[in-house]
């Protein structure tokens, strides 16, 4: 019994200690990180399609983390430079993934900047890109015999949309094609940043 107590204040002690250095000093270090300049805040449309893409699940598949060159050849894939902890800023939760079924889309808004292009993409992926193996999303467009005023119609080949009908853009379509263009980080990042991830010292040694 009287062993029980230093235990039990020894293993306190780690637990605070622990919480301190993996917790409370990381969260304190990016709470004092400001927004980049080229970063603005989500507008409401795109914070309704952000949460769109998360209930979709598209997080799983797709992640939002270009790496450093010596990690992977992402640069070369052209996703964009390393990200940095101030890319995300305004991101709550954050969807960094873990996943690459699909490219990395922390600056698709930056790659593939069509309104157009995102939506036929995810009405119909396989009307773009044959061999995608991405699931469509049809329940988040309407088909109609005739488009009426103030509707987006959709251009879908004939072969992928129901014979005589239209396609129309659905609000949660509309909004998650606003968030997936506000994923642009190609702004410049600060040097220190990019220097701590190696990137800045493969630069230099080029």
Known sequence: MNRVLPLIVVALAILAFATLLLVAGPAAQIRSIDPPEGLAPY??????????????GCVYCHSQQPRSPEQAPDVLRGWGRPSTAAD?????????????????LLNAGARLPSRAWQLTHLYQPRAIVP?????????????????????VVVKVPARHRPEGKVIVARQEALDLVDYLLSLDRTYPAERTDLRDNGFMAQEEDS
Do not use: C
Not at 43 to 56: F, V
Not at 93 to 100: A, I, K, Q, S
Not at 131 to 151: R, T, V
């Open 43 to 56: 507008t409401a449309a795109e914070l309704r399609g952000r949460n769109e893409y998360i209930s979709l």
């Open 88 to 104: 995300y800023v305004y991101d709550e939760p954050h969807l960094l993934g873990t996943m690459r079924t699909g490219p990395d």
């Open 131 to 151: 061999q995608s193996i991405m699931p469509a999303f049809p329940f988040l467009f309407e088909a109609k015999e005739q488009a009426a005023q103030g509707d």
